[in-house]
């Protein structure tokens, strides 16, 4: 491993190309939007200078790590030598299933071919391509170079050779990884998603406001954030979609998205991206 490809440049994008440059890998983080890419380095740059202002790294550390990252918004020709290609581009099916068979007719044999995906199936996405053996999740958590852990999903078909290289891997950029098995929000998710869901819930039948509901999770169950307050940091309308698909997925009725998670999703009231969730960030 020594080449990697990083397709697309927001918050996970940009957070997952930083922890590999910082770990010693060459680094091409690709995106269609050249002002994405130019964002993406602009806030590498600043999670480094923060690390360097606090004295964790050195100044060296600080231009190795830049330089060690390549951006493109041309796909084929960045990949065709890359060892290892991340997924982190906007969560839909579609989209996805059309990036990896274009992944897979484009990088090297040798290449592994892994997704950011929140909740999509990694079987599903390894169908289409050539190669579902060498498919397989890498799910990095917000903020990525704090989060230390990976999860990593193994999907219908994915090797045992593909899951020991990603877990390796996942050691060596500093991270702690856990092996899952493909089904709908993974271990992540079909843990965490139910716990906001229900604290949206609480709220919605009028049982405590915000604050109390964060407050009674954040003092009395050691959470760095309240349920409510991680739901606007992770954004409302990826929680409802990844409700949605263990809803669909298990069809039971305990993941079904509270009724004012959706309406906020369709007012616009995306949490912190959009400056209003259930706090307001203006
Ligand atoms: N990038 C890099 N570093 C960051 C950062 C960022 N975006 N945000 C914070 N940090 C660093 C800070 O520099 C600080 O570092 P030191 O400890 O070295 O000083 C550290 O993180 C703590 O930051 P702060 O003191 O500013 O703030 P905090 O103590 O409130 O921590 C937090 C912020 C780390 C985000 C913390 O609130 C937290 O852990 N929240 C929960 C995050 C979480 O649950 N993430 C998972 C979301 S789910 C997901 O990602 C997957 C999915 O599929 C939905």
Redesign the pocket.
């Known amino acids: 491993m020594n080449t990697i490809a990083v397709i697309g440049a927001g918050t996970m994008g940009n957070g997952i190309a930083h922890v590999f440059a910082q770990s010693g890998y060459q680094v091409r983080l690709v995106d269609l939007s050249e002002e994405a890419l130019a964002n993406a380095l602009a806030t590498i740059e600043k ?1 480094l200078q ?1 690390l360097l202002s ?1 004295g ?1 790294i050195e100044e060296s550390t600080v231009t190795e790590t830049m330089g060690r990252i390549a951006t493109s918004s041309e796909l084929q020709k960045t990949v065709a030598d890359v060892d290892l290609v991340v997924e982190a581009a906007s969560e839909r099916l579609d989209i996805k299933l059309k990036l990896f068979a274009e992944l897979d007719a484009s990088t090297p044999e040798h290449c592994i071919l892994a997704t950011n995906t ?1 909740s999509i199936s990694i079987t599903q996405i390894a169908a289409a391509t050539q190669r579902p053996e060498q498919v397989i999740g890498m ?1 990095f ?3 990525v ?3 230390k852990l990976v999860e990593v999903i193994r999907g219908y078909s994915t090797s045992d050779q593909t899951t020991t290289t990603v877990l390796d891997l996942s050691k060596k950029l500093g991270k702690i990884p856990t092996e899952v098995n493909d089904y709908p929000g993974f271990v ?2 079909r843990i ?1 998603m139910p716990m906001i869901n229900e604290s949206i819930e609480t709220l919605f039948h009028g049982v405590a406001g915000v604050q109390e509901i964060d407050t009674v999770m954040k003092l009395g169950m050691a959470h ?2 309240g349920p409510l307050q ?1 739901a606007d940091f ?1 954004g409302l309308d ?1 929680c409802l979609s990844i409700l949605e698909v263990m809803f669909e997925g298990f069809k039971n009725p305990k993941y079904a998205p509270c009724p004012l998670l959706v309406n906020m999703v369709r007012a616009g009231k995306l949490g912190v991206k959009s400056g209003e969730g259930f706090y307001d960030y203006s």
């Open positions: 999670n923060r606090k964790r929140s799910h958590m917000n903020p170079p704090v989060m992540a998710n965490l760095p954030m991680l992770i990826v």
